[in-house]
């Protein structure tokens, strides 16, 4: 709240509420919103008073600096409520009993979990009732929460005077707000030292975004964490694309420590690891054959070759949810009832809506991929590659005898076969050793491209979903049967370029659409059908890691 001269008092905050109120409509005084070297940067106007709001914070901790300056007009005083509460990105907090809050002189200790502090704190106590989320509510979940009323911070300010408040969790007290700012700045700077233009200098500090401590990677913003395959498929464009190929060596790693029965876990975000995918570990051969070919070091692949032969032989003999070679052909095939062990993994009540038991032709091309990476590091590390090369000759040429389909373009699984038109067949010509890498992408895919990626099925299939909206059931059904993936666009890219086809223009939708949705970012999905909105996570690591990746190759 501003207190104007005059004695005026102006609400700046916006809030909606479950009565359908908008109160207060401090939204009506914004001149402009934008984003500054990566920061958010809020500006109001009233009268002669300007006043101005930046917050970032510091990198890979928790950690957050907001800075009111008074630009002009004044002297005025500005009063900041603290609505707080404390819960999952999935929950919400309801005014059952007073949050647990500790005063402290210049601020607030909120559940015994995280601190606010800043100038003239005075302490409250009330629950605000009825917030509502129209977003929420867009998806179908529960759409309304309390605020807990904390108290406020309260300053006044002149022309070029700032107000600085922080929020952190842990013990040790943050530096001022303002040089947090200043430090992101910083770093927003170094990250973009070097960009071909303006669209990779976003996309680096996009990018920035999903690398954290460990070093690791977050999916989504605001609601996935880590998982393993949106890692490793997002490792070249994160680390290599962006000059941070030291973290991404020391990223291949640690996850190579972490493999059981020769699988990947697939996330830790739910509380506990789950190893229920077949293509993660894939994707990380994948990784490390792209982290020797781009940086030249070559000795990182034979230094974790051990743990490499011991997953493919846990694939050899048979892992975990029916992974393993098929000893008449020597494809991969996976799958149990009630599993999506697939990229395309949404189940609805324990069902997977696109199930894929059998040979997904993706993970085969992975497989045929991941056979070429081993058998060249063994001839690296002087050991044997012809046993691996005889399994690679046997897979490739039974994937070339078994995929193609009716029509042109390939069957997605077979045993049992599925005709579907889907973009999983990229990945057979895209992958550097794919097994039809360089062969010219099939007409029939066509119907899959968009200006914001490619559809996850074609408009004509009977099965075909084409808004990914509603509640999580209806989303679910949309999600991998119509719904549009930005990151497909990589694969696109790379096979079309590795038949000579053309692909300039190819990112033209998706480099317009860092201006929308997740403003200065790529989004998990759109809908298929026109005109495409944006949908699901605003922030999405796989979307902007691939337009980052392949941008260096000219489309």
């Known amino acids: 709240m501003l207190e104007l001269p005059s004695g005026a008092r102006v609400q700046l905050g916006t809030h909606e509420w479950t009565t359908g109120a908008v109160a207060p409509t401090g939204h009506v005084y914004i001149e402009r919103f934008d984003l500054t070297d990566g920061l958010p940067r809020w500006r109001w106007r009233v009268g002669d008073v300007v006043l101005e709001r930046e917050l970032a914070m510091l990198p890979g901790q928790c950690v957050l600096g907001v800075v009111h300056r008074l630009l002009a007009g004044g002297p005025v005083r500005l009063r900041l409520e603290a609505l707080c509460t404390w819960r999952d990105a999935h929950g919400e907090r309801f005014g059952d009993g007073p949050l647990a809050t500790g005063h402290t002189t210049d601020g607030v200790e909120v559940e015994g979990r995280y601190r606010l502090a800043g100038p003239g704190w005075q302490p409250g106590g009330a629950w ?44 040790t007290a943050p530096p001022p707000a303002t040089e947090i700012v200043a430090r992101a700045r910083k770093r927003a700077a170094e990250r973009t030292a070097g960009a071909a233009d303006e669209i990779d200098a976003q996309l680096r500090l996009a990018a920035d975004a999903f690398i954290v401590e460990g070093p690791d990677v977050v999916a989504g913003y605001p609601w996935f964490g880590a998982w393993s395959r949106d890692t490793m498929l997002s490792f070249e464009g994160l680390f290599l694309a962006t000059g941070r190929a030291t973290e991404g060596r020391e990223l291949l790693r640690r996850y190579a420590s972490t493999l059981h029965d020769g699988l990947l876990a ?13 293509d993660a570990t894939l994707w990380f051969v994948h990784a490390i054959d792209r982290y020797g070919t781009v940086t030249g070091d070559l000795d990182l692949g034979v230094e974790l070759l051990p743990t490499l032969e011991t997953s493919y032989e846990a694939h050899i003999r048979g892992t975990a949810y029916g992974i393993r070679a098929d000893s008449t052909d020597s494809l991969l095939s996976q799958g149990l009832p ?21 040979k997904p032709v993706e993970v085969n091309a992975l497989w045929i991929n991941a056979l070429s990476v081993l058998a060249g590091l063994r001839s690296r590390a002087g050991t044997d590659p012809e046993p691996v090369r005889a399994r690679l000759a046997a897979a490739t040429a039974a994937f070339r005898r078994r995929y ?37 992408v099939p007409p029939v895919l066509d119907r899959l491209l968009t200006p914001l990626g490619l559809r996850t099925l074609a408009p004509d299939d009977p099965g075909y979903r084409g808004r990914h909206r509603g509640d999580p059931t209806g989303r679910d059904e949309a999600y991998h049967q119509g719904t549009v993936w930005p990151w497909l666009i990589g694969p696109y890219v790379d096979a079309q370029q590795a038949a000579g086809q053309p692909a300039e223009g190819l990112l033209t939708g998706l480099t317009a659409h860092l201006r929308e949705y997740g403003l200065g970012s790529v989004s998990e999905t759109a809908d298929g059908d026109p005109p495409h909105q944006a949908t699901g996570c605003p922030f999405q690591a796989w979307s902007v890691a691939e337009i980052l990746r392949v941008r260096r190759s000219g489309a």
């Open 128 to 171: 605000y009732r009825g917030a509502y989320l129209r977003e929420e509510a867009a998806r179908g979940l529960n759409a309304i929460e309390d605020l807990w009323y904390a108290g406020q911070f309260v300053a006044d300010l002149a022309p070029g005077d700032t107000m600085q408040v922080t929020a952190w969790t842990g013990g």
């Open 404 to 440: 193609p389909g009716p029509g042109g373009g390939l069957l997605d699984v077979v045993d049992p076969e599925a005709p579907q038109t889907r973009p999983n067949q990229l990945l057979a010509y895209s992958l550097p050793a794919g097994p039809l890498h360089g062969q010219p």
């Open 266 to 278: 697939n996330t830790a975000d739910t509380g506990t690891l789950e190893y229920n995918t077949v």
């Open 338 to 358: 009630g599993y999506a062990l697939t990229w395309m993994d949404a189940r609805i009540n324990g069902a997977p809506v696109t199930p894929r038991i059998g």
